[in-house]
């Protein structure tokens, strides 16, 4: 059974930044792309960014120009920089493995706070 494991949250202040990682324990196979996503208290999970085997990237319109996404393939890790936060990019975050028509692997998830 493949594992994620996100790490890399914590508390910060507003205007700060935290890099987010998602590592798995073995490579993948069959993946199609990799995502990160978030839930706030009382709100559904929301999709932050996305990546690609292409290396096509999507973000949520509410962090585009903040949060990069990346990957490494060699060490089957991917990345979320998150720059300039805000209280309301508060949550839970999420790492998604995606795989086509096949269930996806989905991380336990590392909080991120944002305040002062």
């Known amino acids: 059974q493949v594992q994620l494991v996100e790490s890399g949250g914590g508390l910060v202040q507003p205007g700060g930044s935290l890099r987010l990682s998602c590592a798995a324990s073995?490579?993948?196979?069959?993946?199609?792309?990799m995502a990160w996503l978030r839930q706030a208290p009382g709100k559904q999970r929301e999709l932050v960014a996305r990546?690609?085997?292409?290396?096509?990237?999507i973000y949520a319109d509410s962090v585009k120009g903040r949060f990069t996404i990346s990957r490494d393939n060699a060490k089957n890790t991917a990345y979320l920089q998150m720059n300039s936060l805000k209280p309301d990019d508060t949550a839970v975050y999420y790492c998604k493995a995606d795989r086509g028509l096949l269930a996806p692997y989905w991380g336990q998830g590392t909080q991120v706070t944002v305040s002062s």
């Open positions: 990546i690609t085997n292409g290396g096509n990237t």
């Open positions: 073995e490579r993948i196979l069959g993946i199609s792309s």
